[in-house]
């Protein structure tokens, strides 16, 4: 997976949706490693906020931030936007407490960042939870769990009448396509809840098409009238339920869809993807809070760390990798390359009983030794090295000097080490200077910077 920035600023004007109140927006590039920053350029001092979880202040129909100077609603599908789209890092300026919503969903953020243009800024890293998490609303009946897992998942389960809302269930693995799989869904309101926001004052700024009514149980005489003058279409009296005729659904499962889009709206204050299964029931902007809180908790003391797929099919199997590399068993430490890209590669190797190595180190307590660790990451960061060159069979790669070496956890039987090697610096001459590290699952063991030299095999 990739990060992406911004490669220029864009900006988009609508209405909020609850308070009517017309609204700019201009998001520019961020500062790297800045997160998401929000300033509302209509206040005095144009006070600015860094995001995450803590300035969540209210739950009631959007997300609502506040850090005690400002205030903003609605954000949640601008930040799922950018998060979807791998970008981490961006100013968004105001010039109202409310962003709009648009046709209540990403899709025209997506298509102005897609328009703006992305840039590369390297492998994409998140974080690593310590343990399960669970968080619960006795109040509404929701929960919400993060278990760890090699690669951001997210699962949503809605307690909706499918008959109403259509499949209630939705998955999403990050790093899919989230332009064509969750950007699409619009916001929805069933009819029971519409009625009561329609009596506070609330919607505003709803017009046609920006979001589904669906209808979810049959409506009085007084109820239809109210919900017919507040559309300006008429509401047959037996009318089935579902999306109404005047927002019909437009993609498989958008309401599903939609609430995955809010989730990943609300983790966005995070900061980065977490290497975890997240699974929801009952999802909304209360209990997705809560569980991005309860998160930033837990991963306060925590590095990011490169994600990887350990599903994901060899790029290299061993066989193609001795047609790069000299060595051969049992010196040949990789069995796979997994991605390979100008900048960084990864690959892995199974460590099993049968290792040579383990007759000696040691008899009774087997632990894979560091420096055949560094060898393994050496051998992973000589397929990225030789890439550069058009015939890698006739070169070799000499490593030059080891820094900033550190083993972190011992490696034994059982384990697969997963090696990601990316470039410190473009190479120059021949020297090829690399930062490596070495994961079991999600837990780094071993790192450092390997310096080697291209030369050609006499």
């Known amino acids: 997976m990739i990060q992406y920035s911004l490669r220029q600023e864009f900006s988009i004007k609508g209405r909020g949706i609850h308070s009517g109140i017309t609204c700019e927006v201009l998001v520019k590039p961020g500062l790297s490693n800045k997160g998401y920053t929000l ?34 609603h609605t954000a949640e599908h601008l930040l799922s936007a950018l998060f979807g789209l791998g970008i981490l890092d961006a100013e968004i300026h105001c010039s109202a407490a409310e962003l709009p919503i648009l046709d209540g969903s990403a899709k025209p953020w997506v298509e102005a960042i897609l328009q703006a243009g992305l840039e590369e800024v390297g492998p994409m890293k998140g974080f690593a939870l310590q343990s399960t998490i669970r968080v619960e609303d ?3 009946g929701a929960w ?108 498989p499962s958008e309401p599903a869809a939609h609430k995955m889009l809010d989730l990943l709206g609300d983790l966005a204050l995070i900061g980065r993807p977490v290497a975890a299964e997240i699974r929801i029931f009952k999802p909304g902007h209360r209990i997705n809070t809560l569980l991005a809180q309860v998160i930033m908790d837990q991963i306060k003391s925590v590095n990011p760390v490169p994600f990887f797929d350990p599903n994901a099919d060899a790029l290299m199997d061993a066989i193609k990798i001795m047609s790069i590399l000299p060595h051969r068993p ?48 050496a051998q992973v960061g000589g397929i990225l090295a030789l890439s550069t060159v058009e015939d890698p069979e006739n070169y070799l790669t000499y490593f ?20 990601h090697l990316s470039l410190e610096q473009p190479i120059r001459r021949g020297i090829v200077v690399m930062r490596g590290q070495a994961f079991v699952g999600q837990k780094l063991v071993t790192e450092g910077v390997l310096t080697a030299m291209i030369t050609k095999d006499k």
């Open 39 to 72: 300033v509302r350029q209509d206040l005095r001092d144009q006070p600015s906020m860094t995001l995450n979880p803590a300035l969540v202040s209210e739950t009631d129909r959007c997300t609502t931030l506040s850090d005690g100077s400002a205030t903003v």
């Open 138 to 140: 006795p109040k509404t």
């Open 144 to 251: 919400a769990e993060a278990i760890p897992a090699a690669m951001p998942q997210y699962q949503v389960h809605l307690s909706h009448d499918p008959e109403a809302v259509g499949p209630n269930s939705f998955r999403f693995t990050y790093g899919e396509s989230y332009s064509q799989k969750i950007a699409p869904a619009r916001t929805f309101t069933l009819a029971s809840h519409l009625l009561p926001l329609i009596n506070r004052g609330l919607l505003q700024g709803a017009e046609e098409g920006s979001g589904v009514v669906v209808l979810d149980r049959q409506l009085s005489s007084d109820e239809r009238q109210a919900l017919e003058a507040f559309t300006k279409h008429p509401i047959a009296p037996n009318e089935t339920l579902g999306a109404l005729p005047l927002t019909p659904f437009k993609m």
């Open 330 to 377: 049992p010196f040949l430490l990789v069995d796979r390359i997994l991605h390979l890209s100008q900048t960084d590669v990864w690959g892995s190797k199974a460590v099993t009983m049968n290792e040579p190595f383990f007759a000696g180190h040691f008899p009774g307590a087997p632990i894979m030794p560091g420096v055949l660790q560094l060898e393994a990451m």
């Open 400 to 419: 030059l000097k080891m820094d900033e070496v550190k083993f972190k956890s011992k490696v034994g039987p059982g384990d697969t080490l997963y090696f």
